[in-house]
């Protein structure tokens, strides 16, 4: 509401206001660490290496998935709880939370996602009230999480 209230009428966002919108993105990350958006890759071992005690051989495939990770109480207590406040300060330890994957191979579009997903909620709460149509509508995996029905909503214009 800040950020709208600073705009003139028709006034589009910037860089510094997509900066400032750090409680925006805790929603977007609480959002993303109950249903990643990737459910994981394959990496190929490409060297003999040793991990948490396992040996895994040059040529192997590894899945790795955020989920074994994003629901653990070690790191996030109370899991299930949608909590945007756990990304405040400092935010969860390194690597406990990879929805964009981590190392040199990490998502080059996160920053993208990042600015798309900001300006998208911007534009949506400070215009509209958002109602779903269908209160408990399925989750199904294709790859993605997608909703069953095609997320039908209602929107309404604000009163000016
Ligand atoms: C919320 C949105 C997004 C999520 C959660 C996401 C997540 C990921 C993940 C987990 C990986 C694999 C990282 C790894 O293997 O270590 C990845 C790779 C990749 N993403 Fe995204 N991504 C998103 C949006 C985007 C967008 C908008 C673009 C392009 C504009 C993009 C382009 C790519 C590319 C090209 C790769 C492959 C990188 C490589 O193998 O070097 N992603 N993404």
């Known amino acids: 509401m800040e950020i709208s209230q600073s705009k003139r009428p028709g006034q589009l966002l910037n860089w510094d206001d997509i900066q400032k919108m750090k409680y925006s993105w805790c929603v977007a990350n609480e959002t993303m660490r109950l249903s990643p958006p990737a459910q994981g ?5 490409i060297s003999d290496l040793t991990f948490a ?6 040529g192997w495939k590894e899945y790795w998935t955020p989920y074994s990770t994003n629901k653990n109480p070690m790191y996030f ?8 406040s756990r990304f405040e300060g400092k935010g969860p330890a390194p690597y406990t939370f990879v929805p964009f994957g981590g190392g040199p191979r990490m998502c ?3 920053e ?7 300006v998208f909620i911007h534009n949506v709460v400070t215009k509209f009230k958002w109602e779903k149509l269908i209160p408990n509508e399925k989750i199904v995996y ?3 999480p997608i909703p069953a029905n095609g997320l039908p909503i209602r929107l309404q214009p604000h009163k000016k």
């Not at 890759?41 to 071992?45: C, L, P, Q």
């Not at 993208?112 to 900001?118: D, G, K, M, T």
């Open 41 to 45: 890759f394959f990496k190929e071992a």
């Open 53 to 58: 005690g396992f040996s895994i051989p040059k």
């Open 77 to 84: 207590p109370d899991p299930e709880k949608f909590d945007p």
């Open 108 to 110: 080059p579009g996160r």
């Open 112 to 118: 993208y996602a990042r600015v798309e997903v900001l």
């Open 142 to 144: 294709i790859m993605s």
